[in-house]
């Protein structure tokens, strides 16, 4: 199975800074990844599919970029609604996989 | 507007059964693959299965094959999870997710997800 590493497991930033998310996979995914965002008692929301396409209603703040095992989230300027957990997610090959998250904290 | 609702969950003692639903509305339930997802309390996301559009193809996670069973009512917008012999370890949010699609092809991504309901096995 491929295993997906997010780091750093938690970002502390201030409103307004960049944010920049990682993901590695154990082997290639090709652009096989999404990204989520998950807020406390609510469920994931889609932010990004096939490694770098917004979801539908997402902000173009947040972009994604990468392909084969390496991939990266990036939020230009973080807003006070940004501060969440973010998940990637392979679907290369079953099953697909859930990185561990990076908690995006304020400072 | 697309709505995922999911129903069915409560305490049950280990090696016991339940039930989960999932009723969907905004959107031609046929048409999409499903998908489950779970959270245990304070953890990160497991896939847990998968279902295609008319139930041919349909994938377990190891941590649950054998034990769980999905499926779907196209006729009423329905997805289930049957699941039977539970251990303290499927303790959990359980998520229902409909598939992201493209030019006709679904994948286990979770486009739209519903507001989870909880599953607490303990005796």
């Known amino acids: 199975e491929i295993v997906l590493t997010q780091s750093p497991a938690t970002l502390s930033l201030s409103p307004g800074e960049r944010a920049t998310l990682s993901c590695r996979a154990s082997?290639?995914?090709?652009?096989?990844l999404a990204w989520y965002q998950q807020k406390p008692g609510q469920a994931p929301r889609l932010l990004i599919y096939d490694a770098s396409n917004r979801a539908t209603g997402v902000p173009a703040r947040f972009s994604g970029s990468g392909s084969g095992t390496d991939f990266t989230l990036s939020i230009i300027s973080l807003e006070p609604e940004d501060f969440a957990v973010y998940y990637c997610q392979q679907w290369s090959n079953w099953p697909p996989l859930f990185g561990g998250g990076t908690k995006v904290e304020i400072k | 507007e697309v709505q995922l609702v999911e129903s069915g969950g409560g305490l049950v003692q280990p090696g016991g059964s339940l039930r989960l639903s999932c009723a969907a509305s905004?959107?031609?339930?046929?048409?999409?693959?499903m998908n489950w997802v779970r959270q245990a309390p304070g953890k990160g996301l497991e896939f847990i299965s998968y279902i295609s559009s008319r139930s041919t193809t349909i994938y377990y996670a190891d941590s649950v094959k054998g034990r769980f069973t999905v499926s779907r009512d196209n006729a009423n917008n329905s997805l289930y999870l049957q699941m039977n012999s539970l251990r303290d370890e499927d303790t959990a949010v359980y998520y229902c997710?409909?598939?992201?699609?493209?030019?006709?092809?679904?994948?286990?991504?979770?486009?739209?997800w519903g507001q989870g309901t909880l599953v607490t096995v303990s005796s």
């Open positions: 082997q290639s995914v090709s652009t096989y």
């Open positions: 997710a409909r598939s992201y699609c493209s030019s006709g092809t679904c994948y286990a991504v979770g486009a739209y």
């Open positions: 905004g959107f031609p339930f046929s048409s999409y693959s």
